[in-house]
T-cell receptor, first 110, second 113 residues
């Protein structure tokens, strides 16, 4: 059973606008949540993380929000750039066991 | 720095054949992982090794075995390949402790016919 779900397979936004990628999880024991970015023919690369004791973490254009009561997290990219076009994976971990969502393909149009 | 290196990049096997996927990291990380990526399924954890000398099953371990040869190397073995094991396999490593940001290799694309 998938403990981490990304319900939107794809998202298209205009350059300069905000991209919002969403993720839901079912296991309340997860203690860290992460976002990874993946380009074709490469492995995923770590983008940003958040501890379960926080509700927001910001790093430059990227902000992750965590709503524990709703078991929901989101990644905001502002402003979006064409180079942000990639597949974004949400992940959640507990004691070394990291589970991933199915990914959302983001396309940023110039 | 090479980071995480996986070999081979591509492999085609016939059903029933065996093979070992190799992974090595040069970042002195303690933990290493094997994932498989299938369309619509994301990345699923096969096995992980939290530290040298230990291995644990992940979400989808059936049909696979692993060996943590030393701190640098973590191999994944398919004893009798099946078409359901057609996938892209990623090895990753991380330092101990949260947030467990994984460093991935570029993957091995395996096809079992």
């Amino acid at each position: 059973d998938q403990q981490v779900k990304q319900n939107s397979p794809s998202l298209s936004v205009q350059e300069g606008r905000i991209s919002i990628l969403n993720c839901d999880y079912t296991n309340s024991m997860f203690d860290y949540f992460l976002w990874y970015k993946k380009y074709p023919a490469e492995g995923p690369t770590f983008l940003i993380s958040i501890s379960s004791i926080k509700d927001k973490n910001e790093d430059g254009r990227f902000t992750v929000f965590l709503n524990k009561s709703a078991k929901h997290l989101s990644l905001h990219i502002v402003p979006s750039q064409p180079g942000d076009s990639a597949v974004y994976f949400c992940a959640a971990s507990v004691r070394g066991d990291m589970r991933f969502g199915a990914g959302t393909r983001l396309t940023v149009k110039p | 720095n090479a980071g995480v290196t996986q070999t081979p990049k591509f492999q085609v096997l016939k059903t029933g054949q065996s093979m070992t996927l190799q992974c090595a990291q040069d970042m002195n990380h303690n933990s290493m992982y094997w994932y498989r990526q299938d369309p619509g399924m994301g990345l699923r954890l096969i096995y992980y090794s939290a530290s040298e000398g230990t291995t644990d099953k992940g979400e989808v371990p059936n049909g696979y075995n692993v060996s943590r040869l030393n701190k640098r190397e973590f191999s994944l073995r398919l004893e009798s390949a099946a078409p359901s094991q057609t996938s892209v396999y990623f090895c990753a490593s991380s330092e101990l402790g949260p947030p467990l940001a994984l460093h991935f290799g570029n993957g091995t694309r395996l096809t079992v016919t």
